[in-house]
Nanobody, 115 residues
Framework: VQLVESGGGLVQPGVSLRLSCAAS????????MNWYRQAPGKERALVARISSAGGSTNYLDSVKGRFTISRDNAKNTVYLQMNSLKPEDTAVYYCNARFLTDDYWGQGTQVTVSS
C-alpha cells in the first residue's frame, strides 16, 4: 500500500496550490479519502473528507469556501485544491485512506504560506 502526496511548497498569501495523492496497493474506489494537516506544536486535524464515490464531502470550518477535495477513481488519485491560502494554513498535509479497519497514511507534503 502506498499513498504519495505531491504539490506542496512555499507560497505567498492569497495564492493557490493543488495537492495530489496517488494511491496504489488497494482498491481505491472502496475507500473514503481524507486530507489532514499538522502544524508545528499542534495536533493533526482533519481538513477535508470525500466519500468513496465522491458524492459527499466535508470540510474543516476554517477552510470552507477556499479548499475543495476531489477524487478520480480511474486514476486512483485524490486532490486538494487550496485557494486564497493564509499563513495559518502552513502545515504538513497528509493523505489518508480509510475503509472498515483499514487506515493508510502518506508521508506528508509541506505547505508553507509566507510573505
Amino acid at each position: 500500500v502506498q499513498l504519495v502526496e505531491s504539490g506542496g511548497g512555499l507560497v505567498q498569501p492569497g495564492v493557490s496550490l493543488r495537492l495530489s495523492c496517488a494511491a496504489s496497493g488497494f482498491t481505491f474506489s472502496r475507500y473514503a479519502m481524507n486530507w489532514y494537516r499538522q502544524a508545528p506544536g499542534k495536533e493533526r486535524a482533519l481538513v477535508a473528507r470525500i466519500s468513496s464515490a465522491g458524492g459527499s464531502t466535508n470540510y474543516l470550518d476554517s477552510v470552507k469556501g477556499r479548499f475543495t477535495i476531489s477524487r478520480d477513481n480511474a486514476k486512483n488519485t485524490v486532490y486538494l485544491q487550496m485557494n486564497s491560502l493564509k499563513p495559518e494554513d502552513t502545515a504538513v498535509y497528509y493523505c489518508n485512506a480509510r475503509f472498515l479497519t483499514d487506515d493508510y497514511w502518506g508521508q506528508g507534503t509541506q505547505v508553507t504560506v509566507s510573505s
